[in-house]
């Protein structure tokens, strides 16, 4: 799949897309409010809503890279097989708070389709802008379950946010 991609995962060109959109309305928004005189306020929330989806994505990439923020100079001291155990057991915790978001997420997401909240804007129901948070939060657990495996096989602790890639 990352062949066809251009070597990249569909969360990175997701995020990069939704980024771009992000620019591309925010700039016609510029243009148009002082080039043109106009304003168009369905512009502002529709990047709104696509700059939330693109920082959800990104946490699934940092998760897929095993680059989140975590205290890791006690790791190095630790012999090998423990500091394994100890990432691993940081990343059944994670697991376990990513499940409980997912749960009521999706609680929530169906009940905004029972009881739907509308734009004022776009007049769009606002599920399809909060149903990120049930799925993002499942698409990084699917990536911590990932580099968990990957960690196993190669004995490699996290990835040093110094070193670039």
């Excluded at 591309?24 to 243009?31: E, H, I, P, R």
């Excluded at 630790?78 to 059944?92: E, S």
């Excluded at 004022?120 to 990536?143: E, K």
Aim: glycine share 10%.
């Amino acid at each position: 799949m990352r062949k066809f991609l251009g070597g990249r995962t569909p969360e990175e060109w997701l995020g990069a897309i939704l980024m771009t959109t992000v620019v591309a309305l925010l700039g016609f928004q510029v243009v148009a409010r002082f080039g043109m005189g106009r304003s168009f306020s369905w512009l502002e929330e529709v990047s709104r809503f696509a700059f939330v989806w693109a920082v959800y994505f990104g946490f699934v990439i940092a998760a897929e890279g095993d680059r989140h923020i975590r205290v890791s100079l006690h790791l190095g001291l630790l012999p090998t097989k423990l500091r394994l155990c100890m990432l691993t057991l940081a990343d059944l915790l994670w697991l376990g708070f990513n499940a409980v978001v997912i749960w009521y997420g999706y609680q929530f997401t169906v009940s905004m389709f029972e009881f739907p909240y509308i734009s004022q804007t776009t007049g769009i129901n606002l599920v399809w802008v909060q149903m990120i948070v049930p799925l993002g939060f499942a698409f990084m657990s699917i990536r911590i379950l990932q580099v968990m495996v990957r960690r196993w096989q190669t004995g490699e602790g996290p990835a040093d946010a110094r070193i670039g890639d």
